[in-house]
């Protein structure tokens, strides 16, 4: 399983604190140094079966600072795939792939249906 943080993030650090005290088994991976590239949003987008919007970190000053709220819905999903792509600020974190679903953010009751 991968999971994808920002360290600095307090979400990112109570879901990882989460993981280790339930017992599962991680790749840890910073989503700033080694931000997800096209091809793997691409895949865990079709593979979770959320809408686009749930990868986005809506509340990140740089999705703020784009303007991103009123652009999404004039993009093609491939235009917002290719921008999640740029920079990881703007992927929601955490984000936790397993080998049948992805998690977007850290809800605690979902977490525990589909890790435990």
């Known amino acids: 399983m991968l999971f994808i943080e920002y ?3 307090t979400t990112c650090q109570k879901a990882k604190k989460w993981l280790d005290e339930n017992g599962v088994k ?3 991976r910073h ?3 080694n931000n997800p590239t096209y091809e793997e949003l691409k895949a865990w987008y079709e593979m979770s079966g959320l809408p686009l919007k749930k990868f ?3 509340s990140g000053l740089l999705y703020k600072d784009m303007g991103l709220k009123d652009k999404l819905g004039s993009m093609s999903e491939e235009e917002q795939l290719r921008l999640l792509a740029t920079d990881g600020m703007l992927v929601k974190r955490p984000l936790v792939v397993g080998d049948d679903f992805v998690l977007t953010g850290f809800r605690e009751a979902e977490w525990t249906e ?3």
């Open 7 to 9: 360290p600095r993030c």
């Open 114 to 116: 589909k890790l435990k």
């Open 31 to 33: 989503i700033k140094e």
């Open 56 to 58: 986005f970190n809506t």
């Open 26 to 28: 991680y790749e840890d």
